[in-house]
T-cell receptor
């Protein structure tokens, strides 16, 4: 089983729509969680860290569910510029140095 | 504060040659990670280094690949006797390596795209 699994999509949504992505992780010892976005042939860029209490940054909301071992990303009022691949990233706790990346979920926002 | 820098951005090598990829972390960052991304695939962890030390190289192929992060200068990922299957984008990321929120956030360089002919 992969460390991190994401639905690859693609998700094609109209401007203004709300879209949600989920990501599951297999190791219950994982302690740090992130969402990155990656534009075509560019480097990944941090979108937001995911905290246990959930966190919001403008139109973006991230949630963590430790019991079910998944994290989610909600994008409200989608913009054309939100079109990208969204990467779920998980880091294990103590003794683990590796960051595990999901293969990404592709989002295209349509005018 | 300059971001993570990688060079070259594009590198073409023939089979059997050596490839050297360089990464300069963000100022103040002492932790460097190397990842490989094959076309249409996710990032795969290769190696994690701190200054003069390899902390975790569990993602590195056993042969032909090596990495270093000297006391002075950039981190180097070295691939000897390249083969076509080494063609990929190689990303470097750095983090401050501090405890607490944000301390382990990774910031990525623009990547080096290696093409082996």
């Amino acid at each position: 089983r992969k460390e991190v699994e994401q639905d690859p999509g693609p998700f094609n949504v109209p401007e203004g729509a709300t879209v949600a992505f989920n990501c599951t992780y297999s190791n219950s010892a994982s302690q740090s969680f992130f969402w990155y976005r990656q534009d075509c042939r560019k480097e990944p860029k941090l979108l937001m860290s995911v905290y246990s209490s959930g966190n919001e940054d403008g139109r973006f909301t991230a949630q963590l569910n430790r019991a079910s071992q998944y994290i989610s990303l909600l994008i409200r009022d989608s913009k054309l510029s939100d079109s990208a691949t969204y990467l779920c990233v998980v880091k294990r706790g103590s003794g683990g140095n590796q960051f595990y990346f999901g293969t990404g979920t592709s989002l295209t926002v349509i005018p | 504060n300059a971001g993570v820098m990688q060079n070259p951005r594009h590198l073409v090598r023939r089979r059997g040659q050596e490839a050297r990829l360089r990464c300069s972390p963000m100022k103040g960052h002492s932790h460097v990670y190397w990842y490989r991304q094959l076309p249409e695939e996710g990032l795969k962890f290769m190696v994690y280094l701190q200054k003069e030390n390899i902390i975790d190289e569990s993602g590195m192929p056993k042969e032909r690949f090596s990495a270093e992060f000297p006391k002075e200068g950039p981190s180097i990922l070295r691939i000897q006797q390249v083969v076509r299957g080494d063609s990929a984008a190689y990303f470097c990321a750095s983090s401050p390596g501090l405890a607490g929120p944000g301390g382990e956030t990774q910031y990525f360089g623009p990547g080096t795209r290696l093409l082996v002919l």
